[in-house]
Nanobody, 121 residues
Framework: QVQLVESGGGLVQPGGSLRLSCAAS????????MGWYRQAPGKERELVAVIRSGGTTAYADFVNGRFTISRDNAKNTVFLQMNSLKPEDTAVYYCNAKLRRSDRDYSASYWGQGTQVTVSS
């Protein structure tokens, strides 16, 4: 089995910062990409940022330079540093990993349980 465990969410004032972490564990052969998605109440889940195995990154337009995604390949961990947070960033943030469990498996997508981020004064 594969588990993704997130941490680092919480309540922060507008303009503040948070750092999310997500560690993947279990039977993992290789990780192609790890990323963060978010879902606000009444809205669909949307991509926030992704980092691929080679280190290339991609961000949603709304990030606008405020967030940075990084990865510790040795620990199968991905981070999301969020600065200049706005109330509209309030959502449940989900970690995602696209990985192979063995050299005979195709890549599959796995999700964490989500961590709440609330930006409010």
């Amino acid at each position: 089995q594969v588990q993704l465990v997130e941490s680092g969410g919480g309540l922060v004032q507008p303009g503040g910062s948070l750092r999310l972490s997500c560690a993947a564990s279990g039977t993992i052969f290789s990780i192609n990409a790890m990323g963060w998605y978010r879902q606000a109440p009444g809205k669909e889940r949307e991509l926030v940022a992704v980092i691929r195995s080679g280190g290339t990154t991609a961000y949603a337009d709304f990030v606008n330079g405020r967030f940075t995604i990084s990865r510790d390949n040795a620990k199968n961990t991905v981070f999301l540093q969020m600065n200049s947070l706005k109330p509209e960033d309030t959502a449940v943030y989900y970690c995602n990993a696209k990985l192979r469990r063995s050299d005979r498996d195709y890549s599959a997508s796995y999700w964490g349980q989500g961590t709440q981020v609330t930006v409010s004064s």
